[in-house]
């Protein structure tokens, strides 16, 4: 109990909240060339490190670790820190950060990362603990907003790492062959065709609604419709749902079309088709039966294939091995997508922690949506890592989180669960 009796005397007896709030005003507000700036800069630095001098004075051998925990994170924070240092008896070594509604968060943060947040992520680094990025969106938006956020000397470190497009690529700078490893390659030609057909065809044959609606997010790989509204709203709830269906439809006609190509001209089932005109409904059968969520807007729409009694066993077996190996997502006001089963984010984080040399990972993992979890439920098979995630985030990754250690944080706020794990880092190693 010695830990938690020193954490105690920490917060009861010192300044901890004037000691943070220095810190934060050094870090986060260096000076200017203003005069007055300056003056107000160098006395909350010299009074912080009056501040952390009290504290190393008064813990012998540890005062300068209990400094660093009062100058980073509030009591709740440092004492949940503590018990999972407690808990799991090692520090996290390694950071997998979704993006989109979690580090940033469009509905509290004008749809930025938050300066505190890339300050501590920056802190991070500095102690020697690698990033991976792990998004959905394409490498060229991720590349733009981290040298802009973190800065070049960070991104080109070789401690930092893109897993891209939900894991069909890495980028990790500073790796020479290895910087850039295109995972979509190893599908072979078969399902790069499908998904080639798709990208060619899924604007030029969508309906007026969903062409004019969406646009074409610019991926290497995955096929993603993008509302052309903002995020969320009425209208891109509405045109998503239209481009879930259609997207649905078209992948049956594209699979349907490698399929029968892949028949004997002259033969039967080449001359009339393995689909043929019932694709769509097939290939909605096997999705709805794989994803309530798509079976809830086909449902609502009265696209549920329902009548004749299909479900994903009905659809014929040359079509269903290829939807084995293709994935359909929906983000409700968000996004509409064809993407590989085989590739995923875990795939790319693994690939992305072999090209920083992480060999004995123990994660956090921060993430909202079905993709992420499935990144929380890698680790946790592999007891390596914990997992958080913003209090909006998927009810079945909030599910999973508050069953492993509740690590649930306000949206665009990130910045609690980093300086809980810096706590975690810095007294995991006192005795």
């Not at 912080?48 to 660093?68: M, N, Q, S």
């Not at 938050?114 to 992520?121: G, I, Y």
């Not at 604007?203 to 993603?224: K, M, W, Y």
């Not at 795939?347 to 956090?364: K, M, S, T, Y």
Request: glycine share 8%; hydrophobic share 40%.
């Amino acid at each position: 109990m010695e830990r938690y009796d020193q954490l105690y005397r920490l917060y009861e007896e010192f300044d901890a909240e004037r000691l943070r709030a220095h810190q934060a005003f050094v870090d986060l507000f260096p000076p200017l060339d203003s005069r007055v700036a300056l003056t107000y800069w160098e006395d909350a630095s010299d009074e912080l490190d009056e501040l952390r001098g009290e504290v190393r004075d008064a813990f012998p051998g540890t005062g300068e670790t209990y400094a660093d925990v009062a100058a980073h994170a509030t009591r709740d924070q440092a004492f949940t820190g503590l018990d999972l240092a407690t808990k799991y008896g090692r520090p996290v070594n390694v950071l997998v950060l979704d993006v989109d509604e979690t580090l940033r968060s469009a509905g509290t943060t004008d749809n930025e990362i938050p300066r505190e947040t890339l300050h501590l992520l920056t802190e991070f680094h500095e102690a020697g603990v690698p990033i991976v990025v792990c998004t959905g969106q394409t490498l060229e938006n991720v590349k733009g907003f981290l040298s802009q956020g973190l800065g070049n000397a960070v991104v080109n470190s070789g401690e930092v790492s893109v897993v891209y497009e939900s894991g069909t690529g890495v980028f990790t700078p500073g790796h020479g062959p290895e910087t850039k490893r295109l995972l979509y390659e190893d599908l072979g030609d078969t399902v790069r065709a499908v998904f080639d057909r798709l990208r060619q065809r899924v604007l030029s044959d969508a309906p007026e609604a969903v062409a004019r609606g969406c646009h074409l997010q610019g991926n290497e790989f995955n096929v993603t419709l993008k509302p052309n509204f903002e995020t969320g709203s009425d209208d891109a709830v509405a045109v998503i749902d239209d481009a879930l269906v259609y997207l649905l439809d078209l992948l049956g006609v594209v699979v349907g079309e490698r399929v029968d190509a892949a028949r004997p001209a002259g033969s039967a089932e080449h001359d009339d088709g393995v689909l043929g005109a019932a694709a769509g409904e097939w290939t909605r059968a096997f999705y709805a039966a794989r994803d309530p969520e798509i079976a809830a807007v086909l449902d609502e729409r009265g696209e549920l294939p329902d009548e004749g009694g299909l479900g994903e066993a009905d659809v014929p077996e040359a079509a269903a091995q290829f939807l084995d190996r293709v994935d359909v997502a929906y983000y409700e006001g968000d996004a509409a997508e064809v993407v590989s089963r085989e590739l995923n984010k875990p795939v790319g984080v693994e690939a992305a922690f072999e090209v920083l040399g992480v060999e004995d990972p123990f994660a956090l993992v921060l993430g909202d949506s079905k993709s992420d979890l499935r990144v929380m439920e890698w680790v946790a098979e592999r007891d390596a890592g914990i997992a958080a995630a913003p209090e909006h985030a998927s009810s079945v990754v909030l599910e999973h989180v508050r069953e492993r250690d509740d690590l649930v944080f306000p949206a665009g706020d990130a910045g609690d669960v980093l300086r809980t794990v810096y706590a975690l880092d810095r007294l995991v190693g006192v005795e």
